[in-house]
């Protein structure tokens, strides 16, 4: 049993992943990122992103991803949530996902591959005309946040 809100849960009980993604935009264009060596949609063009972790709130994992990944510095004041998707899994062994897509207007530092196992090229990109290999689920948020949609579901089957 899990202790918390002051009731117990079952330690079986729902739990779904969350992940951050940074739109870095500048002149109009957004900063894409090609995958790498990860084992997951390596070749596609992404955005920077990761998981929160334990104990960390959203606006710090994304500080802390595109330090990492981008090596450079935001204000999270400056960062505004954009959009957020709700994904079902992609397979059996994978969880569903909240991803939140935060629009990031400036940051210090020149943005360069931060972590060259994961990555092997970035990309400036209109967002109006993505090229064809983005990932399909961040491509539909891309679209969503151009078009002021707040919500994305992808991978649902829905009855009725």
């Known amino acids: 049993m899990i202790v918390g809100y002051g009731t117990s849960v079952p330690a079986d009980r729902f739990r779904t992943a969350v992940a951050v993604y940074g739109v870095v935009q500048a002149s109009g264009r957004i900063l894409l990122m090609r995958r790498a060596g990860s084992g997951y949609h390596d070749g596609e063009l992404s955005l920077p992103a990761g998981r929160i972790e334990g104990g960390e709130d959203v606006t710090s994992a994304l500080t802390r991803e595109l330090a990492e990944e981008l090596t450079i510095a935001v204000d999270p004041a400056?960062?505004?949530l954009g959009?957020?998707?709700h994904r079902a899994a992609e397979s059996s062994t994978d969880h569903e996902y909240l991803d939140l897509f935060f629009i990031v207007p400036s940051w210090t530092g020149d943005p360069a591959i931060g972590e060259p196992t994961k990555c092997s090229?970035?990309?400036w990109a209109d967002p109006g005309q993505?090229?064809?290999?983005?990932i399909p689920y961040v491509q539909k948020a891309?679209?969503?946040?151009?078009a002021g949609q707040p919500l994305v579901l992808d991978g649902w089957?829905?009855?009725g």
């Open 121 to 123: 090229e970035l990309v």
């Open 130 to 134: 993505l090229p064809p290999d983005v």
């Open 83 to 85: 959009v957020v998707v």
């Open 78 to 80: 400056a960062c505004r």
């Open 142 to 146: 891309l679209t969503a946040l151009d």
């Open 157 to 159: 089957t829905t009855t």
